[in-house]
């Protein structure tokens, strides 16, 4: 019974969500890698309010997930896997050793610029609750919109242009679905954006990376990434093919994760977790006020476990 790691995607930029980490020796390269890749000083990128845009959220948010690593990994054992929810696959890759954070972080501009280009005019994401997914395909189908993470048994985020959303989201309520739009402007993971998986797969090629050194779940169909050329399939094919996120955690389950940590900005996965699998020890670093108590917390749950 081990730890696994989760990094997050978007959605939870905030403007403190460097405060854990600011002072910190450990993260002190990853920071100013950061403020590199941005043009800008990191701090004032997450303090502003375009921090949801691609442009800013993706390297912020790889750079927020590795700065909690930086700072917590000589205090952890060693994790049993890493896996990583939309943008935070590509952080789960430098958390396994595949690249160093330079490299990541540029890759996270990368992407987000190859998928803003990509994306269609007027486009976005959003929550769909409370439907199961072979009542919620066909109204996708019918509207065109596309699943792009499938969470859970009836939790869903779906993306698509702002009229099919709309229309999708009119039909869904009418079936007793919870809607929640997301502050993502561009449909990830869905047919979309095919025109950015060709020039972000050539990125990956081109690049230093390397085989994950810590077993590291994928996140279009949750089987570990084993070597180079799975690592660039997977984090290209997963632009335009939705996430089995849902698969991705009971894979971690199966292979005897019972302490999952969520690292970088908020709880949300730690969150999505916890229900699904009560057995298991859940949380995320922003929920102690240090990365002291986070590391703490990890050791004596994994003892309580044992």
């Known amino acids: 019974m081990s730890l696994a790691l989760l990094c997050p995607g978007q959605g939870a930029q905030h ?3 460097f405060d854990r980490v600011r002072e910190l020796p450990a993260a002190r390269d990853v920071l100013a890698s950061a403020s590199a890749v941005l043009g800008r000083d990191v701090f004032a990128a997450a303090a502003d309010e375009a921090r949801f845009d691609n442009a800013l959220a993706q390297p912020l948010l790889c750079a927020a997930t590795l700065a909690h690593w930086h700072g917590l990994r000589d205090a952890l054992p060693a994790p049993l896997l890493v896996a ?10 430098a958390v396994a050793g595949g690249f160093d954070a330079g490299t990541c972080l540029a ?10 280009t990509a ?8 929550a769909v609750l409370g439907l ?5 395909q066909p109204l996708c189908d ?56 060709a020039p972000f797969a050539a990125a990956l090629d081109g690049s230093p990376l390397q085989a994950p050194r810590l077993p590291l779940l994928a996140g279009i169909d949750a089987r ?20 089995e996120w849902a698969q991705v955690m009971r894979q971690a389950f199966e292979r005897g994760a019972r302490v999952f940590l969520q690292l970088g900005p908020g709880n949300a996965l730690a ?34 476990l044992q």
């Open 15 to 17: 403007a403190a969500m």
């Open 84 to 93: 990583g929810y939309s943008i935070g696959e590509l952080a789960a890759h």
């Open 107 to 116: 890759l996270a501009a990368q992407r987000a610029q190859l998928m803003d």
């Open 119 to 126: 994306s269609p005019a007027d486009a976005g994401m959003q």
């Open 132 to 136: 199961e997914r072979h009542t919620l």
């Open 142 to 197: 019918a509207h065109g919109a596309h699943v792009a993470i499938a969470n859970g048994r009836d939790h869903f985020i779906v993306g698509g242009t702002q009229a099919s959303l709309q229309a999708l989201a009119d039909t869904a309520r009418a079936q007793g679905a919870e809607i929640r739009p997301l502050p993502v402007h561009v449909p990830a993971h869905t047919p979309l954006l095919h025109a950015a998986v």
């Open 224 to 243: 570990p990434v084993r070597d180079r050329a799975a690592a660039v399939h997977t984090l290209s094919a997963q632009l335009a093919q939705t996430i």
């Open 271 to 304: 969150r999505m977790v916890a229900p699904s699998y009560p057995c298991c020890e859940v949380r995320a670093v922003e929920e102690f006020q240090s990365l002291d108590g986070a590391a703490a917390w990890v050791r004596s749950a994994l003892e309580r």
